[in-house]
Nanobody
């Protein structure tokens, strides 16, 4: 079992920055690929970014590529999402996810490959 707790959400003007954190507890954090997803009311949860167990492989949704950066600190059992140049369309609840992929460089890009989820943190970008 892995428990995930997100933090760092809030209200920010367009063009601003936020850094989300996701602290993990329970099983060995370094065994899991990690990802960030987001969801707005009435829409499906969508993939944002992911990072492999060893941090050597990352992938981003086209909508955030070049603006968001995912990173992890296995010693602190924490994954981060640095969000720059935020746009109103980035407004959503952001969820952290963990998946035991069994492969050092594997990543999680779909909800079905994530095993554990956090409770979410709200990000609101004002225009």
């Amino acid at each position: 079992q892995v428990q995930l707790v997100e933090s760092g959400g809030g209200l920010v003007p367009a063009g601003g920055s936020l850094r989300l954190s996701c602290a993990a507890s329970g099983r060995t954090f370094s065994s899991y690929a990690m990802g960030w997803f987001r969801q707005t009311p009435g829409k499906e949860r969508e993939f944002v970014a992911t990072i492999s167990r060893n941090g050597g492989n990352t992938r981003y949704a086209d909508s955030v590529k070049g603006r968001f950066t995912i990173s992890r600190d296995n010693a602190k059992s924490t994954v981060y999402l640095q969000m720059n140049s935020l746009k109103p369309e980035d407004t959503a609840a952001y969820y952290c996810a963990a998946g035991n992929t069994g492969n050092t460089f594997a990543i999680i890009t779909t909800q079905s490959t994530a095993t554990y989820w956090g409770q979410g943190t709200q990000v609101t970008v004002s225009s």
